[in-house]
């Protein structure tokens, strides 16, 4: 299959909600959008897109989001628009070759996700982003919003959710036990993912979780400020914790500890399916759980996520809620009263 031509897009899309990036809040996403048109053995022509968004750039007071992608999204771009020229009229399988030496993750992860497309490695699975997906919700509460409408959220969850996420070490000790307690009088089914995002120091950590059910808690994201005390934190509570920001550090090495009991892994900050695949079978070895995850892309990202985890991951549901908080879809309709489509989006390369 050879490539005939790409076209390098920006998107920009204002949320409805506030969407929490660790202890920082974005009110608007932008990315890129890849399309690549190829032409197979038959002549036949092939269209494919891909969603490109390094979770960088500012948060709501203009300051830099920190802790994910490590490259901007002009770093991308200006990449990308000199990579298009290297790739016209030739083999798909030089995406491949790119995206396999490609040092910015986000890159190198579309890079590769537009070839398998291409390949047709993600069909057959009939996704539906519409309301019967199921879903692990995403509780958080936005500071200029009273308690109760969190407790209304938790309410009008549908009977067969049966997993939530909650972001914690946000506010204060109390008032997030009492709310873990409230979510869990409410809905006693529930088990509970909670993301500390590094919040808490070790010290901190153990107070908190000690408050806490450990029967209803499937895990906690990243507890600890060091990532090196999870292991202690472990040993003094019992309760089982997840990696996730550690995962970023490109120099990562994927060690079994005492308590680790999975990975919630951002495609969009990790690179190459190859590398996701390794990373989960070594994890999956020490018997650790593999849980894709947003990075907050718009619903063409999200819908790719959603295909990649029914492929990996069958038995895992993804954390793909992020996308409730959009205002409206990218070019996959997910339900959304609007959808962008190509007119919408700033073209900035063709070649
Ligand atoms: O994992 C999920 O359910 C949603 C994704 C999510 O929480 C997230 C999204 C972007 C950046 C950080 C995080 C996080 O896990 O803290
Ligand atoms: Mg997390």
Redesign the pocket.
């Known amino acids: 299959m050879i490539i005939s031509a790409l076209h390098l897009y920006q998107y920009q899309i204002p949320l409805d909600k506030l969407?929490?990036?660790?202890s920082q809040r974005i009110d608007v996403r932008r990315g890129l959008v890849l399309k690549v048109e190829a032409i197979d053995e038959t002549g036949q022509v092939l269209t494919e897109q891909v969603e490109i968004a390094p979770?960088s750039g500012l948060d709501i007071d203009g300051n830099p989001l920190h802790g994910?992608s490590k490259e901007s999204l002009t770093q991308v771009s200006d990449k990308l628009e000199s990579l298009l020229e290297q790739l016209v009229q030739k083999p798909i399988a030089d995406l491949l070759d790119i995206a396999d030496v490609e040092s910015l993750p986000s890159l190198a992860f579309g890079l590769s996700l537009m070839h398998a497309k291409l390949k047709g490695q993600l069909n057959g699975h009939t996704i539906s982003l519409n309301a019967d997906r199921k879903i692990?919700p995403?509780l958080y509460r936005n500071s200029d919003e009273s308690i109760n409408a969190l407790h209304q959220r938790v309410s009008d969850l549908p009977a067969d959710v049966h997993a939530a996420?909650v972001?914690v070490a946000q506010t204060s000790l109390e008032e997030e036990v009492q709310l873990i307690h409230q979510i869990l009088v409410i809905r006693p089914d529930l088990k509970l993912r909670l993301?500390a995002?590094r919040g808490f120091d070790l010290e901190q950590a153990i107070d908190f979780a000690a408050c806490l059910p450990l029967a209803s808690i499937e895990y906690i994201?990243e507890p600890c400020q060091r990532a090196s005390d999870n292991a202690a934190f472990y040993r003094a509570i019992g309760m089982p914790w997840a990696l996730?920001e550690s995962l970023n550090d490109p120099m990562f090495q994927f060690t079994m500890q005492p308590g680790l009991t999975a990975l919630?892994v951002?495609p969009m900050l990790i690179g190459t399916l190859e590398k996701l695949q390794k990373l989960q079978a070594e994890a999956e070895h020490s018997g650790v759980r593999f849980i894709l995850?947003?990075?907050?892309e718009a619903s063409l990202g999200i819908e790719a996520l959603a295909r990649l985890s029914q492929i990996m991951t069958p038995d895992e549901l993804p954390?793909?809620?992020?996308l409730t908080a959009f205002s409206y879809d990218l070019l996959v309709d997910s339900g959304k009263p609007r959808c962008q489509s190509w007119g919408d989006l700033t073209l900035i390369k063709s070649c």
């Open positions: 969407l929490p990036v660790g979770l994910f692990i995403l996420k972001k993301d995002n994201e996730d919630v951002k995850s947003s990075s907050l954390g793909l809620d992020t």
